[in-house]
């Protein structure tokens, strides 16, 4: 009986810290960005065939902005609740036109300074073409991301500029 009792509570532990460590998971998971095509627009560029980069990032990108990251762009410190997208789309060229074609992925730069204290306060994450559940970043990823965005000291680890 004690026995029975025993391994019954020690279950009732594993699947507590079991659902524990799922709730963290969630907690810590930044949610897709809706609505990001109605925020502000920073920048665009063109990566060419010339690009090291070309097969990862090879056509445009558009990065946007929320309010609250605007307010970073302005003083060079971007405050919690801050958003960044980066939109990466393939282009497709028809007699001299360049146009967008299909989503890459999306790149995205949350601020929550003591949930992403490991990597500057920002939380990074991508999701896949035009999925909101496909994610792509893990967390030794994210630290990958933040090894190159924490460069940008002066401008708070973002690397695009608001042009006036
Ligand atoms: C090797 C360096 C490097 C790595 C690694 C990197 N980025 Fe970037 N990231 C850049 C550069 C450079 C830009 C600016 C691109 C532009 O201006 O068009 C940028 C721009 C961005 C932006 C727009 C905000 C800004 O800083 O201008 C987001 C969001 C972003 N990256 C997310 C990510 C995520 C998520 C990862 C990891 C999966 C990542 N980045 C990894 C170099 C990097």
Known sequence: MIKRTCSFVLTLCLLSLAALSLWAKTEDAI?????????????????GPQSPGFAV?????????NEKALEGYRTGQFPDGSALVADFLETKESAGLTTESARRRIDVMVKDSKRYAATGGWGFEQFRGDSQTERLVTAE???????????????????SKFRK
């Open 31 to 47: 949610p897709y960005p809706k609505g990001y095509r109605y925020w502000a627009h920073v920048s665009s560029a063109l990566v």
């Open 57 to 65: 990032n090879g056509g445009i990108h558009h990065i946007y902005a």
């Open 141 to 159: 990823g994210a630290a990958k991301c933040y090894a190159c965005h924490s460069k940008q000291k002066e401008t708070d680890a973002v690397f």
